[in-house]
């Protein structure tokens, strides 16, 4: 066991912070992070000149094979690259799907044809991905969608409605998976295609979250036409090819959580008051803290472990859930209680108070996150389930055709 | 960076763990806590001819000569089989108080002898019910005698060598005392985990020896020490709890199907996982920490004592409420972990000690 470099290691990481030295600005400590989801057309400009300056300098997508552009890394350099290039100001991340869930399905599943077509424009941040999994009627359900591509000559014709996509407008690419066939059961009908989000047939509405943020969109196709070649593995395989992107996006939604911002409450509160002294020096806030901080550190040593096993060559199973599942719930509480903190003030979200306010878009942003990707309770059957081989629930649906899936009360006569 | 243990410390694990399923099964707990013995005698012995009491005694001692990972990976296991023996305050104080602070002449007249078992160490900082600070006990050593009561010492009815806090000069510092020596009067206490001793021990003129730089702030070093080992310890029992509890919930059923089927249950039996993980991820830092004596374990060290802590008091609590009505049962094993987890938690600074240190020693960190 070794928590420090090795000296490969290290002149990785001397390279690196090198490069964003010359390239970046230094993050300051109260910057928040989690917010930015309200991207417009110049921030996603800012977005793609930074992916594209790292690309050629080699420092975009780094695991990813050379010959699509990235480095060949190992998850170990790449995981120095993120605590490098998370001590640097860059601009808000909108590659986060495409690189992070989208590109990696596709390494996975696609043929050599479709990565070649695809991923080093991914790297080059030259197009923009999203992703259409979540329907109106299938969110933790999601093997439930309805959405259907009926295939037409070379091509499938997609009708129906995808929701909660972030960046659809600003997208040239989509994953889509959709329903090919209602007559077998849920999960074997599924299909998994790349969709070009310029087609016909394809309206784009955003919907205003509770922050005020427009990072999510509801997507109509109406008889969208897809050509066969844009199919991702066959026909009827489609969720096997979801969970892969799942399981990425759950990696990188807990790994993106921010946990280390919590250590930032020490500092907070020792610039707040309790009865005419510093927070900090109340017994009942330290050892809230302190708990905080426990959990935060204990993520943060987890992904490390989980580092470990993915150089080892071992493949990170459901335990990725649980980084989502513990870190979602704890920066939540720990924004409620930095508001708490600052009292009356709390309700202040503005300029005058920036490290308040960065909990406060915190505590506005957390509740999304708790449900993005996997709600804590799908989170938790996952654990209980894949984990520690708890029997599944029971499930009214098993073993029906699709169509024959109850989907509301029974009429009444 | 590699975070995780090596091969061959796995297989010294497995070798300890297969060791402890053979000769220290519940059943050998149960003794314990039912029985007038104070401690597991024979599986001391046993434990001591695998080497563990001296993991990181050096050879020239009598120990194996093991490094801190490998002493880790034995208290995981210790705590696995709730083994009834005076591990802890034997071998992560008591030895590593002599292994730092010892003179020549303490070193050779007590490291073999703990190593191989045939000596108990125990350490007595507590002297009344409340939080203990090194800084506001009573003991006093004047002219190398010591006075004082202490309470409770754990194993302090059996043991032969004892590490006492006191304060001579107003200086609170560390002694070490021949516990078959005069001035010494001991008496077992009724204890709420009656398969760990308690005891306690009043001094009266005692014959002790000062260890050398055993300050207030070495006491604190020392203690962060035991408490990242003692994490293991706690994690061991947490996931041999968690253990339990699966088999059991997985294997009864009511209205027509397992209980383990119902999210009420599965979905607490995840966040009890993940309580364990965390701890397990933060034990494993401080383990790093403790074996390379780094800067970072005094914060570790926290971290890893607070986070198994909890995560072993309330794999336990959950343990007996899923079990039901059985799981109040005498019979039934959940009481015996119940009861060492809130011991252990007792012992070396409750986690309100613990919480109010991470938060000074990050303030203390980012200042320097």
Known sequence: ?413 | MNFDFSDDQKLLQQTARDYLAANSPLSTCREILEGSQPYAASLWKGAAEMGWQGAVVPESFGGAGFGYLELAMIAYEVGRALAPIPFGPSVFVATEALLRHGSAAQQSAWLPKLANGSAIGTFALAEKPGQNAAEAIAATVKDGKLSGTKLPVADGDVANVAIVAAKEGGKTGLYLVDLAGAGIERKPLESFDPSRSQATIRFEGARCEPLAGADATAIARLLDRAAVLTAFEQIGGADRALEITREFIVGRYAFGKPIAANQAIKHRMADLWCEIEIARSNAYYAAWALANEDAELPVAACLARIAASEAFEKTTIEMIEFHGGVGYTWEYDCHLFYRRAKQLAGLLGTPKYWKNQLIDRLRSAKAA
Request: proline fraction near 6%.
């Open chain 1, 1 to 413: 066991m070794d928590f420090n470099d090795t000296p490969a290691e290290a002149a990785f990481r001397a390279e690196a912070r090198a490069w964003l030295e010359k390239n970046a600005k230094p993050r300051s400590s109260m910057t928040p992070t989690i917010s930015g989801e309200d991207l417009t057309a110049e921030v996603v400009k800012q977005s793609q000149a930074w992916q594209k300056k790292k690309a050629e300098a080699g420092w975009a997508c780094i695991t990813w094979p050379k010959e699509y552009g990235g480095r060949g890394a190992t998850p170990i350099q790449n995981a120095i690259w993120g605590q490098e290039q998370a001590n640097f100001e860059t601009p808000p991340d909108i590659f986060s799907i495409g690189i992070g869930m989208c590109g990696p399905t596709i390494l996975t599943h696609g043929t050599p044809d479709q990565k070649k077509r695809w991923i080093p424009k991914l790297v080059t941040g030259e197009e923009v991905w999203c992703q259409l999994f979540s329907e109106p009627s299938a969110g933790s359900d999601l093997a439930g969608l309805r959405t259907s591509a009926v295939k037409q000559g070379n091509e499938w014709v997609v009708n129906g409605q995808k929701i909660w996509t972030s960046g659809a407008q600003w997208c040239q690419w989509g994953i889509l998976v959709v329903r090919t066939d209602p007559t077998v059961a849920k999960h074997a009908g599924l299909t998994f295609f790349v969709v070009d989000m310029r087609s016909p047939g394809i309206e784009i509405r955003p919907i205003t979250q509770i922050n005020r943020g427009q990072g999510f969109n509801e997507v109509f196709f109406t008889d969208v036409r897809i050509p066969d070649d844009q199919r991702i593995d066959a026909v009827g395989n489609g969720w096997a090819v979801s969970i892969t992107t799942l399981m990425n996006e759950r990696m990188s939604i807990g790994s993106g959580m921010g946990v280390g911002a919590i250590e930032d409450l020490v500092g907070f509160a020792s610039q707040l008051e309790i009865e005419g002294r510093p927070a900090l020096e109340d017994r009942q806030v330290r050892e809230r803290i302190a708990e905080y901080i426990v959990k935060a550190r204990g993520l943060k040593y987890t992904s490390l472990r989980t580092l470990s096993a993915l150089s080892q060559g071992k493949t990170p199973g459901p335990e990725a859930s649980m980084s989502k599942l513990v870190g979602g719930i704890l920066q939540q509480h720990a924004a409620s209680f930095a508001m708490e903190l600052a009292g009356a003030s709390s309700a202040l979200l503005d300029e005058t108070a920036p490290a308040a306010a960065a909990w406060q878009e915190r505590y506005l942003s957390l509740p999304g996150l708790r449900i993005a990707g996997g709600t804590d309770e799908i989170l938790r059957n996952i654990i209980a389930e894949r984990v520690l081989g708890l029997p599944p629930d029971a499930r009214a649906d098993k073993g029906l055709a699709f169509k024959d899936v109850p989907t509301g009360p029974p009429k009444r006569g």
